[in-house]
């Protein structure tokens, strides 16, 4: 008998945040910015690390990097596909707010 396969969401942060303890595969970032208090306004990167404290994140367990910013007039959706890209520790998450802080992700894996 075979199973059905799926993948796990983190739910949708806006601040720095360890997602997942353990191994897996990394499916895809998705991050939300939104209009607030003027036409262009909330954006932010986040970058995803092999880590489970921030303490340990850096350039050399990176796993996923994604910029969400706002368009010209409203928000912005953006989802980058991470193929697969597998971690052993955990997912420790990092969001530099550029402008804003209303700008959201969430990260699916599995």
């Known amino acids: 008998m075979s199973s ?3 993948c ?4 949708a942060f806006s601040a ?4 997942f ?13 939104f209009v607030t208090t003027g036409p ?8 995803l690390h092999d880590c489970l404290i921030a303490g340990d994140a850096s350039a050399a ?12 007039t409203a928000g912005n959706f953006v989802e980058a596909d991470m ?3 597998t971690f052993k520790n955990g997912i420790f998450a990092e969001i ?8 959201k992700f969430l990260v699916t894996f599995n």
């Open 8 to 11: 796990r969401s983190s739910g």
């Open 40 to 47: 262009v306004d909330n954006s932010a990167y986040v970058v």
């Open 21 to 33: 303890t353990g191994s897996g595969k990394l499916i895809s970032i998705t991050g939300m910015s």
């Open 16 to 19: 720095d945040k360890l997602l």
């Open 83 to 85: 193929h697969g890209v």
């Open 96 to 103: 530099t707010h550029v402008a804003g802080t209303a700008t």
């Open 4 to 6: 059905i396969g799926g």
């Open 61 to 72: 367990n990176t796993i996923g990097v994604l910029y969400v910013g706002t368009t010209g």
